[in-house]
Every structure is written in structure tokens, then in C-alpha cells.
């Protein structure tokens, strides 16, 4: 059975939420056959996770807080403890250049929070899912401030949308 991993840091109440819609979108009715498994991002950090929880997945939805310009430290680790035993390739000079690794051509999606602004955590994120070969199944999600419903109906779509991607596959 495809399974979608739906790997997330959500330690505030807008993320939570997001992350509610993400997993009951790919857990919608219409969509047959798709196992959803939802991991924290610091699972990886507690040993509860690894990169073959990557590897077992046919597709991922990402959700990350923005932090400073940047993604949250927890999904940061997860790439940096599992990138290069997932397929990441990185050229000579240490920059990500597309894959053809492990995991490369599986569709993903990528959920953002922020107060302020998200720019440099999508940036992030995209930079190393590019590295992987990863194939972007829908348009990157970037909530600002309060959580609307607009908000929670993205990540309702999200979520359905790429488990829809990884049962067709």
C-alpha cells in the first residue's frame, strides 16, 4: 500500500492546526489506499525516527514554523541526519544538485507559519527537497499570523492532494 509521511514541528497552535487539516485532507474519504503515517520532526532527534522512514514513504508533506529566516531546527535535523542516506547529492563544491538518489521523483508538499514572513523557511526547504529530486505535487503553503480558514482549507487540499499523488503512483 502507498504511504504518505506527513512530517511536521508544530509547537504552536497555528501549527497544530495546519497540521490537523494536512492529515485529515489525506485522510479523506475519496482517497483509497493510501496509509498516512504522521511523524514529528523531533522523533528523529529522540531515535523514534530515521531515514528509512523516509525511504519507506512514496511522498511527504513538510510543515515547519518559520524561524529566523529559516525552517524550524527539528525538520532541519531531519534533513541533515538522513540526507545523504535518502538519495541527497550534493556537487564538489558542497551546493544540492537534483538527485537521483532513493527517494528522488516523489511528490511532496510544504506547509509554512510564520508571524512575519516565511520567505527564508520555504527558500530553505525547497533548496534541499531540490537536492533530493523531490517533485513538488502542490503550491507551497505560507500562513502568516492568525490561522484562517482559508488557512485550514489549503491544508486540507494539500494534504489530499498529495496522498491523491501517491496513490496514483
Known sequence: MPRLLVLHHSPTASL????????????????DGVEVRVVEALAFARGEADHQDLVDADGYVLGTTANFGYMSGALKHVFDSTFLQIGGALSDDGSGTASEGATS???????????YDTTGAVRSVLALTGALGWTRGYGVLEAMGEVSENDTAAAYELGATIAALVGEA
Open 16 to 31: 497544530r492546526t495546519l497540521t490537523e487539516s494536512v492529515v485529515a485532507g489525506a485522510g479523506d474519504d475519496a482517497i
Open 105 to 115: 521523483r516523489r511528490p511532496f508538499g510544504l506547509y509554512v507559519h510564520g508571524r
